[in-house]
């Protein structure tokens, strides 16, 4: 038995692998491969023979610096030497502290208090849990509930699913649930005739402020994923519904979370995708890409406002909340490196250049008689496949692997989001098997 078949065959028996049917990996027929990795450098994951994977989603879109960054493996290094972690709570170290400031000032100052877990969903909790207990702090007490926009994706835990709408992770928990309200997504593919995304944006931000015009008084927040709705199918939209949301969230003293969780860190092609807007929310969350893809680490960041809401003598008006590996100190310091990069590559504007390139490389794509609504902001971009076969996705999936990029399907929508690292030439290669793979997968 070869090494890969060796480990294919110990982690079916042991790991219940995420998101996954597990029967669809083990049947011989139609099945999904399960692909094991040996080792990772830049773009590229190894297996144990040596075939070769192009990461085109960067490892479901937490990696931005390619796998195996030689400064990143540097920096946590020497922090390994320093301090692994401490206890938060009573404690600080340096890494939290750098972190918070340098993220803080990434925001003009105007978020300038961080909390940390360690998981995406983890950061909407404290988000919602946060915006709920500091009304409450402020007498009112009647804001309990939360808007949310049609498919919008905000992870996968009990109180992350109330605001993510996606029925195939929300319908089978839907007793333990107390669903948000959801109001219209300003998704630009649903412009009707002669409407430009503009137009798809103002008529969304009408449906919010008539929800808000009848139930500000018990809602807290409005949550967004700031410019695309990732998990949905990479739904984008004009920045001009954030502005719209922000006036009318600020009109009904309704606070605004960004879930910059997936769009964050460089994504659109700002550092966060809000400022695009040219807005600041209350609350915003953080995670993915903000340890380069290296560990789990996830932050809320707030304003004074928010923060002074709890600063009392009384301790329950506190915000007691924790998780045992807050800030930790590898992850932060892996935080660190990443916004090291970010400055010392000049990497905003490096992707603007690499952003023109992959959408050069797509134009061809955008051509091809099945495909449609090809769109890109920044370092992500998409395209729907027009067809019914509800195996695309993993037809797709499969021909991809087999000419050695990974590119995971969202139903019929192709997305790409590479590590910032891609080459020109890799970038040309991850667009060119993927029109191999989609012709394949719809033959
Ligand atoms: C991935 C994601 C989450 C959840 O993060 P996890 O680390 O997977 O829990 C939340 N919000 C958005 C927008 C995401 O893309």
Same mark, same amino acid.
């Given at each position: 038995m070869t090494r890969n078949d060796d480990l294919l065959r110990r982690s079916l028996a042991a790991?219940?692998?995420?998101?996954?049917?597990?029967?669809?990996?083990?049947?011989?027929?139609?099945?999904?491969?399960?692909?094991?990795?040996?080792?990772?450098?830049?773009?590229?994951?190894?297996?144990?023979?040596?075939?070769?994977?192009?990461?085109g989603i960067s490892s479901w879109w937490v990696n931005l610096f390619g796998h195996a960054n030689p400064r990143i493996n540097a920096a946590l290094r020497e922090q390994l030497d320093e301090l692994e972690h401490v206890i938060l709570a009573g404690f600080t170290h340096r890494p939290v502290v750098e972190l918070s400031e340098r993220l803080a000032a990434l925001t003009g100052d105007r978020l300038g208090h961080c909390f940390y877990a360690s998981d995406g969903a983890s950061a909407t909790e404290i988000a919602l849990k946060m915006s709920f207990h500091s009304w409450q702090n402020r007498g009112l007490s009647d804001k309990q509930d939360f808007v949310c926009l049609a498919n919008s994706y905000h992870g996968e835990t009990v109180g992350a699913l109330a605001v993510t709408d996606v029925a195939l992770f929300r319908d089978a928990y839907a007793p333990l649930i107390r669903p948000a309200a959801i109001v219209a997504s300003p998704d630009a593919r649903q412009a009707r005739d002669g409407e430009t995304a503009v137009d798809v944006a103002r008529r969304a931000a009408g449906e919010l402020e008539a929800h808000l015009e009848q139930c500000h008084r018990t809602t807290a927040a409005l949550i967004v994923e700031p410019l695309i709705q990732c998990a949905s199918g990479m739904a984008m939209y004009d920045p001009e519904y954030l502005r719209l949301a922000r006036q009318i969230c600020d009109r009904f003293d309704v606070h605004l979370i960004c879930d910059e969780i997936a769009v964050g860190c460089g994504r659109t092609g700002t550092f966060f995708a809000h400022q695009q807007a040219g807005i600041a929310p209350d609350f915003l969350c953080l995670s993915k890409g903000i340890s380069g893809g290296y560990l789990p680490l996830s932050i809320v960041m707030t304003t004074d406002a928010v923060y002074s809401a709890f600063y009392d003598d009384a301790t329950a008006r506190g915000?007691?909340?924790?998780?045992?590996?807050? /800030?930790?100190?590898?992850?932060? %310091?892996?935080?660190?490196?990443?916004?090291? @990069?970010?400055?010392?590559?000049?990497?905003?504007?490096?992707?603007?250049?690499?952003?023109?390139?992959?959408?050069?490389?797509?134009?061809?794509? /955008?051509?091809?008689?099945?495909? %449609?609504?090809?769109?890109?902001?920044?370092? @992500?971009?998409a395209f729907d496949v027009l067809g019914d076969d509800p195996h695309f996705s993993r037809r797709f999936y499969r021909s991809a692997l087999a000419h050695e990029v990974l590119l995971r399907p969202i139903g019929n929508t192709i997305y790409f989001m590479p590590p910032y690292?891609?080459?020109?030439?890799?970038?040309a290669f991850l667009v060119d098997r993927a029109g191999i793979a989609l012709d394949e997968a719809l033959a």
């Open positions: 790991v219940w692998h995420p998101c996954t049917q597990m029967k669809q990996h083990a049947t011989a027929t139609e099945s999904l491969p399960l692909v094991p990795v040996a080792s990772g450098k830049g773009v590229w994951l190894y297996d144990f023979d040596g075939r070769r994977y192009l990461d915000f007691l909340h924790s998780h045992s590996y807050t /800030g930790n100190a590898l992850a932060c %310091r892996a935080a660190l490196a990443t916004l090291d @990069i970010f400055v010392n590559d000049a990497v905003i504007e490096t992707n603007r250049r690499l952003a023109g390139w992959l959408a050069e490389c797509l134009r061809p794509l /955008g051509r091809h008689p099945r495909v %449609r609504h090809l769109r890109q902001r920044g370092m @992500i971009a690292v891609i080459s020109e030439d890799e970038c």
